[in-house]
DNA sequence: CGGCTGCTTGATTACGCTCAAGATTAGTGG
DNA sequence: CCACTAATCTTGAGCGTAATCAAGCAGCCG
């Protein structure tokens, strides 16, 4: 909580805010690791000043360098297809790292967008891996981190390759209010930093598609909106839709 | 070539050909790794008795204690949607690894099923992290595969999100294709081991539109099938299918 | 040989895409 | 501060692709 107080002015030295007082530590690289052990870890990472929405954190193409946990903000990681239109690949919040997949190929594949004011902090894999040599709670934390992303990428191929239109939205917004929660916002209640295009290139959906959804919600009581706000009015009815049930129909 | 004569029956002995001979050490783990540490990741590595076709590897829930590389034959693994129903997330060739996604959970959230008589070196994860902590080269190669991994699942997502059946069946072909070319089979001819079911399963597709595509592929002169035999006739117009046009159409 | 499973083919349906237009919001400069 | 433009979002109509439903066919086993 220390380093974000929303009253304040951005401060550059509130920005630098220790691992160990950051209040991601439990989500991010940190989590498990000794006070001793985070303060090297600490001294690797770079601060980078905010990123403007738009800005990119690094592009497709560029030599892979560092990996990069977002500390405010939002984030839209995407690929160019062969035929040059856009891929989102996933979206990002506080806590999570990015830049994962660039590791065996020593090169970028894909580009990351800040999708609203940014910080993130930047952690230079070269050092990363040394250190994870000497201290093996890094390690350990850092494969865990990767594994998790391979699962995470496995439950999304089963909701592109299975789901319906419905049932796709309503996952993703699943995910972003379990994220929240995560994170000690409100699960019912958040700011979808991201375009409807966005969304819908993610989900495989046109985006007249997912604004149709968003109305049809609406009248069925589920949610509310007022743009980029989404208000969930039943959570456990959302749950089940995002579930699976194209058979059982819910009442 | 030493493990696997054809004429030769099944020989124990056979079987418990070290990293250091086996045809597959540049696709596996111990690429990149020097002979004397080959040894030592050698000594983990347990052989096990080859799996009849439609054994498992392990199951979805059971607790996770190694991951597996396989040796010969191919498997398949999947997960269990809410609603019961069974999804493929992937098929795995000799050299591939399996069960990474388990580490972050201490469970196997996939099954693994030998699509064929298979036989696979179990990889205990306890004494590969910590055999890892001391070998930088191991480690690097380690995260290098997972990250080779996450970068896979997010091709395959663009794949389910964004292509039409015909390119998604294409592009499958076409990755069995490159994978058996790098284990030095014919990249044009190959058998297939998984059923049609597996295969629409896997890309998000009926069974029924996998059947019409393969006649229809026959029918344009991309390929030839034969049950589950396939020779490819035009390997480059099915690339080019496989990369994404649906706006050029080839001639 | 009969029963089984897996594969293929056909007919019909429906879900979501495309195309098109209008509405709302945000961004910009006078 | 308001007007203007550009971008984003919403809504509608029609169409196309792939799913579903339904048989028939081929390989494989006891």
Redesign the interface.
Known sequence: MANLQPGKPLDMAAIKVACANCNLHNLCLPLGIDTRDIERLDDIINRKRPLARGEYLFQAGAPFHAIYAIRSGSVKSF?A???G?E?V?GFHLPGELVG??????DTH??SARALETTSVCEIPYPQL?EL??LM?SL??Q??????????Q??H???L???KAADERLAAMLMSMSNRFKQRGFSPREFHLSMSRNDIG????LAVETVSRLFTRFQEDGLLETERKHVRILDLARLSVLA???R??PDE
Chains 1, 2 share one sequence.
């Open positions: 690929t297809t062969e035929d239109q891929q690949t994962l997949d660039a590791i065996s190929s594949n894909c891996e994870s040599a093996p390690q350990r850092l494969l865990r981190v990767m594994s998790r992303e391979i699962l990428d496995e999304m191929m089963m592109l390759g299975r290139n993610y989900l495989g579930g699976a049930n058979i059982s």
